[in-house]
């Protein structure tokens, strides 16, 4: 079942009765413990608490519980008829519906700002308006007249793949109040020529007083890329262009953010969002570059890639709230996810474990099913990627004991509303291909690997927290 923010709940008595007690949002799989009060929790936010070696505890209460059950058919069907409002309701839409029901109208949802899809126009509409500001006539005139300037700029330009897409930044004005220095703002993937990018802007800044804007690549090259790269300001006056030549090769797979420390004034970013009817920042984003050709899926293509990778976003809900009074030891666990077809898991220990400095964070990587291979992960921090070997026959979970500050990822989550977003990466060389069905036995070669080089830097100038890579307790 789809999940939908508790404040979008159209009665807010009946919320705060229906909430789990851990994340204060409506139970995503609900369960209850057997306290005396028989609380209510989200089952992966209750799950960490019944790996208690002591006696249990129910973090609402604190009385003890012997175990997590099903809620009773009753508090489920509540659940599942719970009324919710449209997301949009501040633009003026009055949709009420189930969880099911409000997920879909979303999508279509009339009241919903858009910008319009013409190259270069960037206004920003209701859905509802869109089609009457298409369809006016000076309008229609003025796009008639810039499809044909894109059309000619890409004829000027053969060879080139282009994409060019609106990067918005919800409440952004509102948000500029809780946003501190060095806060971050992070955007949705954008994919061109078949990589994933992301583009983060430091609205505050770090040390000085303009903004800073990175963009970097989200789930592993899988190759040379040459792109340009123009950001502009929509209801500003900032348009930067930058040329890069990005490249991984098997010996250095090292992938570091490419942007403007000095973006423009946080002043012209406010400004442009209180252009925008919902107060929403956007920037149009441009990349181009030289086309890629299209090859067959044959072994010999496949042996060009020469590895493997993943990149995962991995949410820990509601961060903020349940992190403030975390206890040291107690990790957060991420959904298990793929890679190879082994299950595999990111635990996360926000008060720290054993080894952690006083207000760091613990970061691991935990296997769940038998993997006896070797290879590379990485979790981006302050816009940099450090990659880590690690031999899983030898071990089964890897990590760091300081790796992030507590406030440092309490900031964070309140930048998405409370929510963690965390990106990891694993990359491992692709096994060699080994035919079958010949009559023979099938030879096949793994690629020598660097036993030199434990961990690959694209930045020495690490900050002091960080240390050694270290096995779990």
């Known amino acids: ?15 705060e009765h229906l909430q789990c007690a851990i994340c204060f949002e409506i139970p995503e799989d609900p369960r209850v413990v057997t306290c005396r009060s028989m609380h209510m929790f989200c089952n992966k936010c209750i799950k960490p608490w019944a ?40 633009d003026g839409c009055k949709f009420v519906g189930t969880v099911e029901e409000v997920v879909e109208h979303q999508k279509t949802c ?15 509409l209701k859905r509802k308006a869109m089609e009457s500001h298409k369809s006016n006539k000076t309008q229609k005139q003025r796009h008639e007249r810039l499809n044909k300037e894109e059309i000619d700029r890409l004829k000027a330009e053969p060879g080139k793949d282009s994409l060019l897409t609106v990067i918005r930044f919800p409440n952004f004005e509102s948000r500029m109040g809780t946003l501190r220095k060095g806060s971050r703002l992070q955007s949705c993937d954008v994919v061109f020529q078949g990589e994933r990018f992301c583009i983060e802007l430091i609205p505050k800044g770090r040390e ?41 090769k098997p010996e250095d797979i090292v992938w570091d953010a490419r942007g403007w420390q000095s973006f423009c004034t946080t002043e012209e970013l406010i400004s442009a969002a209180r252009t925008t009817e919902d107060g929403a920042l956007e920037l149009r ?17 496949m042996r060009e890639v020469g590895e493997d990778s993943l990149g995962v976003k991995v949410t820990f809900s509601k961060f903020a709230a349940r992190a403030l009074d975390c206890p040291r030891r107690m990790p957060f666990e991420s959904d298990a996810f793929l890679f190879r077809d082994c299950k595999f898991q990111l635990r996360l220990y926000p008060s720290g474990e054993k080894k952690s400095k006083e207000g760091h964070c613990g970061v691991y990587l935990v296997k769940l099913d038998a ?65 079958v069905g010949d009559g023979h036995d099938g030879d096949s070669e793994e690629e020598d690997e660097d036993e030199d080089e434990d961990d690959l830097d694209d930045n020495e100038d690490e900050d002091e927290d960080e240390e050694d890579e270290e096995d779990e307790d």
Not at 1 to 15: C, F, S
Not at 219 to 226: E, F, Q
Not at 285 to 301: H, I, N, Y
Request: hydrophobic share 30%; proline share 6%; glycine share 6%.
């Open 1 to 15: 079942m789809p999940r939908l923010p508790i404040a979008q709940v159209a009665n807010a008595d009946e919320a």
């Open 51 to 90: 790996k208690q070696k002591q006696q249990k505890s129910c973090p609402c209460c604190r009385g003890t519980f012997s175990e997590i059950r099903d809620p009773p058919l009753a508090l489920k069907n509540t659940l599942q008829k719970t009324k919710y409002q449209c997301q949009h309701k501040g």
């Open 110 to 124: 009339p009241e919903a700002p858009v910008t319009c899809e013409v190259p270069n126009c960037d206004k920003t």
């Open 208 to 248: 000085r007083k303009e903004a800073s804007l990175w963009m970097y690549n989200t789930g592993g090259l899988s190759g040379k890329l040459s792109v340009t790269v123009a950001v502009g300001v929509v209801g500003g006056s900032t348009e930067v262009t930058q040329n890069h030549v990005w490249e991984r």
């Open 285 to 301: 984003l441009r990349l181009s570059g030289p086309s890629k050709p299209v090859l067959d899926v044959t072994e010999e293509a």
């Open 371 to 435: 993997y006896d291979d070797t290879l590379f992960w990485s979790v981006p921090r302050h816009g940099y990627r450090r990659w880590h070997r690690v031999n899983f026959s030898e071990q089964n979970n890897t990590g760091f004991p300081n790796l992030f500050r507590k406030d440092e990822l309490i900031a964070s989550a309140l930048q998405k509303e409370g929510d963690l977003e965390l990106i990891l990466e694993l990359r491992a060389s692709r096994k060699s291909w080994v035919k």
